[in-house]
Nanobody, 125 residues
């Protein structure tokens, strides 16, 4: 599976951005897709996930009510609509995929098999 993230950019606090992740290759093997982020000097952290078939979603508390993850299976795309952005949302955002349902338990980085290259989001106050 190959993942290509895009859509990052610079936005003022309170603004919105939509990230996209295109999946290719053995996409039929994907169970769940997720977005993680990593700010400078910090560990990579879970943001949101979506189960590819059922569409069940999960969010980090820090983004609940502001971010929405969605998918278009026909296009092998996953999106992250980010609204009411805060300076603390600034990070490199990565999309990831996992073949196993274990990934949705704990949302750990190590449970994900494939990663995109990351897209930078900057938020100015």
């Amino acid at each position: 599976v190959q993942l290509q993230a895009s859509g990052g950019g610079s936005v003022q606090a309170g603004g919105s951005l939509r990230l996209s992740c295109a999946a290719s290759g053995r996409t039929f093997s994907i169970y769940v897709m997720a977005w993680f982020r990593q700010a400078p000097g910090k560990e990579r952290e879970f943001v949101a996930s979506i189960i590819r078939n059922e569409g069940n979603t999960n969010y980090a508390d820090s983004v609940k009510g502001r971010f929405i993850i969605s998918r278009d299976n026909a296009k092998n795309m996953v999106y992250l609509q980010m609204s009411s952005l805060k300076p603390e949302d600034a990070a490199v955002y990565y999309c990831a995929s996992a073949r196993s349902s274990v990934a949705i338990i704990g949302n750990g980085v190590n449970a994900y098999d494939y990663w995109g290259q990351g897209t930078l989001v900057t938020v100015s106050s």
